[in-house]
């Protein structure tokens, strides 16, 4: 059974029904367990994707179950080792986005202790997983070394393009509140290259690296700057780049507000078109 591409084919065909895809990837975990079992790959690979789909979802409950259920999959199958530290990693991340820092804290020890190899791409996320608790406990400077850290590691493995592009991002995130403004740019403009020079596909990630750097451009009061990542946002959007409505709305909102203080009247006007359609 081919299940990566079963997943793929859940999440193509209800991309914009969390209902429906919800349903689909428990039937498909429900399949797996009675074909293959509970400790082989198959199932750990469902139970792992449902806590990604929960999480994102912000249902921690339902998330943490699933991947509980991955890690304790993995461990029938390998031990505690580098695929159970990288689910761990998964269920920090969770812990992170629920509140549950101490608990975050305490995963992402465990996994880090795990990893056989301190320098490979999956040690790397693990390193911006920390340095995400770091910005949550308000220690910018301490999750700008992880992120650098991290960076290193994947310049180490031949600079990947969406893992350089999101190290690029991390950094740019933790420089922006030391108030390091100018380099933060430099590091988000450097993340956006990734998709400009057609290294990366432009997607939704593209379009949220855009919208930060425009509104950093802004913050700094560099008017010239900012106009140019604002229009990409446009172009994206226009060309029918796929992003969640909510975070569409958001980056249009901070357009709209760019044009009219700047008295961008054929900007205000793409604005408005792109506003109304997404109300269509």
Same mark, same amino acid.
């Given at each position: #059974?081919?299940?990566?591409?079963?997943?793929?084919?859940?999440?193509?065909?209800?991309?914009?029904?969390?209902?429906?895809?919800?349903?689909?990837?428990?039937?498909?975990?429900? %399949?797996?367990?009675?074909?293959?079992?509970?400790?082989?790959?198959? =199932?750990?690979?469902?139970?792992?994707?449902?806590?990604?789909?929960?999480?994102?979802?912000?249902?921690?409950?339902?998330?943490?179950?699933?991947?509980?259920?991955?890690?304790?999959?993995?461990?029938?199958?390998?031990?505690?080792?580098?695929?159970?530290?990288?689910?761990?990693?998964?269920?920090?991340?969770?812990?992170?986005?629920?509140?549950?820092?101490? %608990?975050?804290?305490?995963?992402?020890?465990?996994?880090?202790?795990?990893?056989?190899?301190?320098?490979?791409?999956?040690?790397?996320?693990?390193?911006?997983?920390?340095?995400?608790?770091? #910005?949550?406990?308000?220690?910018?400077?301490?999750?700008?070394?992880?992120?650098?850290?991290?960076?290193?590691?994947?310049? %180490?493995?031949?600079?990947?393009?969406?893992?350089?592009?999101?190290?690029?991002?991390?950094?740019?995130?933790?420089? #922006?509140?030391?108030?390091?403004?100018?380099?933060?740019?430099?590091?988000?403009?450097?993340?956006?290259?990734? =998709?400009?020079?057609?290294?990366?596909?432009?997607?939704?990630? =593209?379009?949220?690296?855009?919208?930060?750097?425009?509104?950093?451009?802004?913050?700094?009061?560099?008017?010239?700057?900012?106009?140019?990542? =604002?229009?990409?946002?446009?172009?994206?959007?226009?060309?029918?780049?796929?992003?969640?409505?909510?975070?569409?709305?958001?980056?249009?909102?901070?357009?709209?507000?760019?044009?009219?203080?700047?008295?961008?009247?054929?900007?205000?006007?793409?604005?408005?078109?792109?506003?109304?359609?997404?109300?269509?």
């Amino acid at each position: #059974m081919d299940v990566l591409a079963r997943v793929d084919a859940a999440w193509q065909a209800h991309r914009t029904d969390p209902i429906a895809l919800e349903r689909a990837l428990l039937s498909l975990r429900d %399949e797996v367990a009675l074909s293959c079992g509970t400790a082989s790959s198959e =199932y750990v690979t469902l139970c792992n994707e449902l806590g990604s789909f929960y999480r994102s979802r912000g249902n921690y409950q339902c998330g943490e179950a699933s991947f509980s259920a991955a890690l304790a999959g993995i461990e029938a199958l390998a031990g505690r080792s580098d695929a159970y530290a990288t689910c761990l990693d998964n269920l920090a991340e969770l812990y992170r986005l629920d509140g549950r820092l101490d %608990e975050c804290a305490a995963a992402l020890a465990e996994a880090s202790a795990l990893f056989s190899d301190a320098h490979s791409l999956e040690y790397a996320a693990c390193l911006n997983y920390q340095g995400h608790l770091c #910005m949550a406990r308000r220690d910018p400077t301490g999750a700008r070394m992880r992120y650098q850290e991290a960076l290193a590691i994947v310049r %180490e493995n031949g600079s990947p393009a969406f893992e350089l592009s999101t190290a690029f991002a991390n950094v740019a995130s933790a420089l #922006m509140e030391e108030g390091n403004l100018a380099d933060a740019a430099r590091h988000l403009d450097a993340a956006c290259d990734l =998709y400009r020079n057609g290294s990366l596909r432009h997607g939704p990630h =593209y379009v949220s690296l855009l919208n930060s750097l425009a509104t950093l451009y802004d913050r700094m009061g560099d008017v010239a700057a900012a106009r140019a990542p =604002y229009g990409e946002v446009l172009d994206s959007l226009e060309s029918g780049v796929p992003v969640n409505p909510d975070d569409a709305r958001a980056a249009l909102a901070n357009a709209a507000s760019f044009f009219s203080r700047t008295a961008d009247s054929q900007g205000t006007a793409r604005v408005e078109a792109l506003r109304k359609a997404l109300t269509q």
